[in-house]
């Protein structure tokens, strides 16, 4: 986008402070967590800068403003006009709600459709490579390892996983109380392998990684500082070249080979939507789709007739 004016620069501002005031009321409403709101920021300012070049802020723009902005080139794929109208669709929402404007200007503007992708997965092999692929003669590997088998026994997102505190598991239950988005607490059973690990970590290994610092953190770095989404990412990435993965792989795919392979060995779909923390079981219905591909596959592999 090209330099903007000292006029257009006060538009955005302008908007900005809106987005702001929507940005906290939905916080205050639904408690999403901080990496949605900055998604939602993100998407919005965007949307700001760009409705400023036609000289408009975001409270006066009108239906063939924001039609022009989602036509525009930096909106490459249905996928992020679909996003970037949802956040654009609540904040007027918000507006008609608090009385700001008269009339929303996204009533009538229909969402691309958008073809339901499978999630990428791994299968068990796999999974079992990247599990073995930490060095367990060293904390850190032991810590790794820990982390791996905790992430793929639980199917935690990842910000769930490096915000865990020590007060969170419970060991003797082998239970692990997770918060959630929109701060809704879920039990989630870490199985017999991830409490083998996880109590090998915690006796052998945690002490010595924080070397003298104190923490609540469940998995610390040496600071004293719980491990970033980042960090971990990175972490895995490291191990599945390690393990000579070639899939493309994120904490996120870990997630989706536990439930995955949970609805491949027959547990009930209500059962995972649990688990995963999952508000509408709609979400959770994708992976019936990943388990009949699986069947799919088997069956051409092994009938006669496949």
Known sequence: MSQLSQSQLALVNASESVIDSFLDALWIERGLSKNTLDAYRSDLLKYANWIATRKR?????????????LSNPDNKS????????????????????????????????DAPRLGRSLPKSLTEDEVEALLNAPDTNTVLGIRDRAMLELLYATGLRVSELVS?????????QGVIRVTGKGNKE???????????????YINAARAEILNSNRSD?????KRGNAMTRQTFWHMIKRYALQ???TKPLSPHVLRHAFATHLINHGADLRVVQMLLG???ISTTQIYTHVARERLKNLHSQHHPRG
């Open 57 to 69: 802020q975001v409270n006066n723009a009108d239906t063939a403003d924001i039609l022009a902005y």
């Open 78 to 109: 249905a996928r992020t006009v679909a996003r970037r109208l949802s956040s654009i669709r609540r904040l007027y929402e918000y507006l008609v709600r608090e009385n700001q404007i008269k009339l929303n200007p996204v009533s009538h503007i």
């Open 164 to 172: 865990l505190t020590l007060p969170q598991l419970n060991l003797r």
């Open 186 to 200: 879920r039990l989630v059973p870490i199985g017999e392998e991830a409490g083998v690990w996880l109590g090998k």
């Open 217 to 221: 953190d469940l998995f610390p770095s």
């Open 243 to 245: 393990a000579n993965l």
């Open 278 to 280: 999952h508000s509408d």
